[in-house]
């Protein structure tokens, strides 16, 4: 691959990264399922065991960010992305990340700021970008009542 289809890609996956974090925020969930292959796997906050099992399949990561963000407001970002370009048809990336979420429950206002990093797989069928897997590790959550 030449270096400009390569910066092209990398800029591919920048987008695509960036539409997925607008759409969670907008629970747009027909433009969240557009930024994934249909057999995207996420792995996002260990059961109560301790283990990380993925939800697979866009529908069920759909189903489970609906019943998770229902009635609170989120604001994600994403920064510094490491993206390395593996094959025309499939890439790999970190991305620093900060998530904010708001919610009432019982009668008071709750948030989580959380800071990590998502770890992800990209690739390209039918010459568009998408989200093939993603892993997100936190390093620090904080949680409050007002």
């Not at 997925?20 to 792995?43: F, I, L, N, Q």
């Not at 499939?90 to 009668?107: I, R, V």
């Amino acid at each position: 691959m030449d270096a400009i289809t390569k910066l092209l890609a990398i800029e591919e996956i920048k987008q695509v990264k960036a539409a997925r974090c607008r759409c969670v925020d907008d629970k747009d969930w027909e433009g969240y399922a557009a930024c994934h292959t249909p057999d995207a796997k996420s792995y996002a906050l260990p059961n109560k065991d301790g283990e990380n099992i993925p939800t697979v399949g866009i529908d069920a990561m759909v189903a489970n960010l609906k019943k998770t963000l229902t009635g609170r407001t989120t604001v994600h970002h994403v920064h510094s992305p490491e993206i390395e370009i593996l094959s025309d048809t499939t890439a790999k990336g970190t991305w620093a990340m900060e998530d904010m979420l708001w919610w009432e429950e019982n009668g008071k206002k709750r948030w989580t700021h959380g800071y990590g990093r998502y770890y992800e797989t990209y690739e390209k069928p039918n010459g568009k970008w998408l989200i093939a897997s993603r892993r997100l590790v936190r390093s620090r959550v904080d949680n409050g009542t007002e």
